[in-house]
């Protein structure tokens, strides 16, 4: 059965548009103002309903006074239309103003719940780790929410507005149907509401063949939302990689992968032209036909001198209202697809961060931050696949044990740093370990902003003077960039690895903390370099235990105890 009509299919996507839309109208700071707001426009929905009933009325009166070449009428019947013209648009125009500011409003609440639930415990990273299924939640937090409370709010309140204008045409529509009968043979037939029941049959048979043209779109939306963020993505990528890429001359290859991924764009995309080709035919033809229909089957009445052109045109008129309201179905079935595929990717957003830690894991860990020493007991590290990379029965390091950990490239002494980072989910056992711990990687994130920005990052403000900041610099051999702490630039980019190492150096002089973790933090320095660091770190953090992974001797000097990871690493099966 397919997807729209299958009602418990139906049911449940319902419900996961109001889990979506629950918090920002029951529970969020907004809910009131954002009630007001609703409550207004749906006010000025219904006020426009009533003035296309007006213009109903007007329409009846307004032929007529041309039938019967009254010119007094027709002119009061022009100024008439002109006034209740002006109210309408005044009224489309607050509508519209209106929508678009709660629809903003809603978004940014939205968007800022979604940032605390990417960002929150690390669940961004995790996501990456695990290759999670929410594929580019970048895109799924600018564009999908976008498209979710636009689409929510029009197609809601376009309903309204169709149920009312079709509750108000229906009724318009029974009563000036008893003018229309049928000759059958020599008996005149009524048929109560005859009109009325046409319009209904016109939209259902409208409808079900709408369904049946265009529900291939639903599925086509969602892969095509994901093929865009994939080709946006390995663009990205490659400017953020640039270097690197034009170092191997990897041009081509690059063209060749971004040809791929546009490859799956245009094809998808030609599959949902190909679909909405028959789509648009179809509603084109609808639409049309429905001018003409109402007219034919009114114009024996008017013919045959039951109606004057005043009640043939306000049926027509009212056809249109009930059969427009009837389709809108038909008419908001491209953008009900899509707000079917948009409600599916943030939902299964939703799902995969609430389930981030697998639980079966997490009951078997214990994370202690209180203590000051760092203490193993029972724990085995492991990988995303499940197998088990090392294990420690015992280990301990008191502060100012200054540790170097060594091992083969592989072992998992980053993965060893990423659990006490609190970072890694897969492992178990009892870790003990003082709340205050810096980790400095091989290579630093340096954030796009001015060199202070970078240089206290994660911080956002420093109580430090930019006296003590460039003093900083020049002790760890940065003198270039003492005097560039307010140029705005792409670090990353910009400074050579060795300079970001030693900017990071001089951030964990600036923080201070209890533990400093260093994993090949020194690797693109030369030795006089690496020493003048580690010596500065002596001098300035007598009270920071110092615990580093490197792959050369030369970090001895500056650590009494030497940790080989390989005595802990688990036999391969
Ligand atoms: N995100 C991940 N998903 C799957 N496997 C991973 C992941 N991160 C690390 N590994 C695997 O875990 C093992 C240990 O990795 P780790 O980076 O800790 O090694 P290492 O001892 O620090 O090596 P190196 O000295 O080269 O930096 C490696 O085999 C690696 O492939």
Redesign the pocket.
Known sequence: MSRLLNTSRHRHFLAKVWALTKPYWTTSEERWSAWALLITIISMSLLMVYFTVLLNEWNGKFYNALQELDLEAFWSLIGYFSILASIYIFFAVLQYYLTAWLKIRWRRWLTNVYFDRWLDNKTYYLME?RHDESDNPDQRISEDIDRFTDNTLSLSLGLLRSLVSLASFSVILWHLSTAVTFNLGDTEIAIPGFMLWAALLYAVIGSVITHYVGRRLISLNFTQQRYEANFRFSMARLRENSERIALYGGEETEKHFLRQRFTMVWRNFMSIMNTQKYLVGFTSAYSQAAIIFPILIAAPAYFGGAMQLGGLMRVVNAFGRVQDALSWFVDNYAALAAWRSVVDRLTTMNENMAQLTPPNLREKQHFDTTAHAIDLNNVTLG???GRS?INIDHLRLDPGQHTLIT????????????TLAGIWPWWEGQIERSEQLMFLP?SPYLPIGTLREALIYPERTTDQTDQALKALLKACRLDALAERLDDYDHWAQQLSPGEQQRLAFARALLKAPEWLFL??ATSALDMDTERALYELLAERLPDTTRVS?A?RDSLGAFHEHTLN?SDFKTPSP
């Open positions: 780790l990988l995303p696949d990379l091992a083969p490239s592989g072992t998992g002494k980053s993965v060893l740093f990423r091989q994993d090949e992974i792959h990871l």
